[in-house]
Antibody, heavy 117, light 107 residues
Framework: QVQLVESGGGVVQPGRSLRLSCAAS????????IHWVRQAPGKGLEWVAVISYDGSNKYYADSVKGRFTISRDNSKNTLYLQMNSLRAEDTAVYYCAKEKGRAFDIWGQGTMVTVSS | DIQMTQSPSTLSASVGDRVTITCRASQSISRWLAWYQQKPGKAPKLLIYKASSLESGVPSRFSGSGSGTEFTLTISSLQPDDFATYYC?????????FGQGTKVEIK
């Protein structure tokens, strides 16, 4: 079935780095833009970044621009989020989501990132 | 950046009630507006996209309307499974923003 599965979350100290992965299955991964969306504990949803179907275009929220990098490997059906210079305010569940009509129709289960000393 | 304002923040309703949630954009977003349902500990679920298009598999009691800056999500007859938090989401110029959410509680 159509599925996105995130991994790579964990506890990391402020200023350190972490890389998240999102494995896709059940659809033609290389045909779709894919996003990262995050949700801080008890808070609402925040869009983080998007990458186009072929990886040629990338856009970021101002809150992560210059610190986070989105990438993809279509040969492995996998999306990545490299997170550098992590801050306490980056603590959240991170979801990957497939784009449909400028909305998000397929979501992963999420992976928790905690930034704490 | 475009700001999205949802109202109300919390809504108490009974099974069978007609429920309406409003989302206002700080500037026109044409019809690039989606609605999601989220239950505790779960990922959001797409209900409506392009303001009024019902996502496949979503019950027809959910409907969306609006354009420009004002949008509504209507649940025609609230069911027990509908108690959840609802978010609107806009797209404009390669930037996506969510509303702050509306929690629908049992009255």
């Amino acid at each position: 079935q159509v599925q996105l599965v995130e991994s790579g979350g964990g506890v990391v100290q402020p200023g350190r780095s972490l890389r998240l992965s999102c494995a896709a299955s059940g659809f033609t991964f290389s045909s779709y833009g894919i996003h990262w969306v995050r949700q801080a504990p008890g808070k609402g949803l925040e869009w983080v970044a998007v990458i186009s179907y072929d990886g040629s275009n990338k856009y970021y929220a101002d809150s992560v621009k210059g610190r986070f990098t989105i990438s993809r490997d279509n040969s492995k059906n996998t999306l990545y989020l490299q997170m550098n210079s992590l801050r306490a305010e980056d603590t959240a569940v991170y979801y990957c989501a497939k784009e449909k009509g400028r909305a998000f129709d397929i979501w992963g289960q999420g992976t928790m990132v905690t930034v704490s000393s | 950046d475009i700001q999205m304002t949802q109202s109300p923040s919390t809504l108490s309703a009974s099974v069978g009630d007609r429920v309406t949630i409003t989302c206002r954009a700080s500037q026109s977003i044409s019809r690039w507006l989606a609605w999601y349902q989220q239950k505790p500990g779960k990922a959001p679920k797409l209900l409506i996209y392009k303001a009024s298009s019902l996502e496949s598999g979503v019950p027809s009691r959910f409907s969306g309307s609006g354009s420009g800056t004002e949008f509504t999500l209507t649940i025609s007859s609230l069911q027990p499974d509908d108690f959840a938090t609802y978010y609107c989401q806009q797209y404009n110029s390669y930037s996506w923003t969510f509303g702050q959410g509306t929690k629908v509680e049992i009255k």
